[in-house]
């Protein structure tokens, strides 16, 4: 068993993007926190321990890969580096714009259309009027949905939604993005171009974080792996040490 | 480049809050208006919904309570009285019930998205108060011919109490947003609560009603913050005598609950992505 590896520390401050220490997520389900009873019910309640002092530091620049099975904790961890889930303990710090393609599709109102849709996520992000009416337009055109764009979201198809949600991920040109398995989803010529748009991104000095458990994409487009398990970190490294290791324990059905 | 540190769980407002959620400001309008674009586009007669619906609401009161039960004989002016109370607890329990849906149906947006999580009940509050002015557009139509009663210069006043009551509807908003979190229960229970509320404050029936009633009885009718606001909204609308009293009481709930709210609210916001 390898154990926690601790990730090295950068010497100044400039050279992250991303720093978290100790990061601890528990989950209860949500009937033991009635405010009154809730000395009474949390003993009821299973904790799960979905990150359990997790270290991650991502240097500028540089895409990390987070590894791990079903459950391991990877969309936690991004929710956590996202900034929509607070952590009951450690820290996060975070340099940069971020913009998240987390658990595709679903952060969209159905009822409207694309476009609109595309205007609700910029705005959410913090961007200006005017700044949203900028990209408008280019994002639209990036997901290639055509005339759909003025169909309510509820016509589209799963692909459709992922290339749009994509689209606006990484046309905001955000300094840190961050994916949740979406890879898989599109056309092969929809895959080509996204994986160019996050290759480009990594080029001008932004940096990727993809959660994910298929190791193809890893190879193609991480330069370090984070291979979490249960909550926490069993080993960081290149991409080909990790994911050997990752297969042999797989293979022997340890972890 | 900015720097964001997330550090534990927060137990205060933290800096830059406010900031944050004015920069928001189109993504509000987008939510509240997207959503009234949204919620009546299949609708034929689209947007007068708005303005139908309470109306149609009123209606049935009026005909049940006002006239067959009687109702009407305790004000000269029943069905402006009426209105009134229809249309400001309209506003209140829309927000409310709204606030917990945009959580509970915005899960997705607030998993994926960092933003400061007031622009929900926020959102929910303006398009609630967006169809309560619509609705009071038809007011002077109705009640002039039937109840002889013109807009005077105490329509002027009207900002006060709208002003007032959106404060302390944001704040129920905001509260009612932070349980339905945890407690998802809520969202069958408010609508219950808030027709109790409805049928407790003096809308469907006049205040000669509990005279001679228990003290405790006036001091409770009384003490109801919706009456308050619905006193200064018919001294508005209606010309009825001005009490200071209760712009004094109006505007000390106004103040207690929007902070309360807020606060609670803006205080478990980060743990709420947890539970969606």
């Known amino acids: ?255 | 480049m900015a720097t964001r540190t997330a550090d534990t769980r927060r137990v205060s407002i933290p800096r830059g809050y406010f900031r944050a959620l004015w920069e928001r400001r189109w993504f509000i309008r987008e939510l509240a208006f997207g959503n009234i674009m949204g919620k009546h586009a299949t609708d034929m007669l689209g947007v007068l919904w708005w303005v139908l619906n309470p109306l149609m609401m009123t209606g049935v009161y009026f005909l049940v309570f006002g006239v067959i039960l009687g109702g009407r004989r305790g004000d000269p002016a029943f069905l402006a009285y009426l209105l009134v109370g229809v249309f400001a607890m309209r506003y209140m329990s829309g927000t409310m019930v709204g606030s917990a849906k945009m959580i509970t149906g915005g899960g997705k947006l607030i998993t994926t998205i960092a933003f400061p999580r007031m622009v929900l009940p926020l959102a929910a509050m303006i398009e609630d108060a967006t169809a309560f002015l619509a609705a009071l557009g038809s007011f002077y139509f109705l009640v002039a011919p039937i109840n002889s009663i013109w807009p005077t210069w105490w329509l002027l006043f009207f900002p006060v109490p709208f002003l007032l009551h959106s404060m302390f509807v944001l704040g129920m908003g905001a509260l009612t947003a932070r349980l339905v979190v945890p407690i998802r229960d809520i969202r069958n229970v408010v609508p219950h609560l808030t027709r109790m509320w409805f049928y407790l404050t003096p809308i469907l029936w006049t205040l000669d009603r509990i005279e001679g009633a228990a003290t405790w009885i006036q001091v409770m009718v009384k003490a109801n913050p919706m009456f308050s606001f619905l006193s200064l909204y018919r001294t508005a609308l209606m010309s009825r005598p001005f009490e200071p009293v209760y712009l004094a009481t109006s505007a000390a709930w106004a103040v207690v609950i929007l902070v309360f709210g807020v606060w609670t609210f803006i205080r478990h916001e980060g743990s709420m992505a947890r539970y969606l």
């Open chain 1, 1 to 255: 068993m390898t154990g926690a590896t601790p990730t090295p520390v950068p010497t100044a401050p400039e050279d992250y993007a991303i720093h978290g220490q100790g990061i601890r997520v528990t989950y209860r389900p949500y009937t033991s926190k009635v405010p009154l009873l809730g000395k009474v019910l949390s003993s009821s309640g299973p904790e799960v321990h979905a990150l359990d002092g997790v270290d991650i530091t991502v240097p500028v620049g540089t895409s990390i890969g987070i590894l791990g099975r079903n459950g391991a904790g990877k969309s936690t961890l991004l929710r956590v580096l996202a900034g929509t889930l607070m952590p009951d303990a450690g820290r996060v710090e975070v340099r940069g714009r971020i913009s998240t393609l987390l658990s595709l599709g679903s952060g969209f109102n159905g009822d409207l259309t694309g476009r609109r849709n595309v205007w609700l996520g910029c705005l959410a992000t913090g961007l200006s009027r005017e700044e949203t009416a900028d990209l408008v337009e280019p994002i639209l055109e990036f997901s290639g949905i055509g005339e759909a764009a003025d169909r309510p979201l509820n016509t589209y198809s799963s692909g459709m939604v992922a290339r749009l949600a994509f689209a606006i991920g990484t046309t905001m040109s955000p300094d840190i993005l961050l994916i949740d398995e979406i890879l898989s989803v599109g056309d092969e010529s929809f895959r080509d171009k996204s994986h160019r748009a996050m290759r480009d991104l990594v080029d001008r000095a932004g940096n990727l974080v993809i959660a994910s458990h298929r190791l193809k994409i890893f190879r193609e487009l991480c330069e370090q792996i984070v291979w979490i398990d249960r909550g926490k970190v069993i080993e960081v490294g290149d991409p080909k040490t990790v994911i050997k290791e990752y297969r042999k324990h797989i293979k022997a059905g340890i972890v």
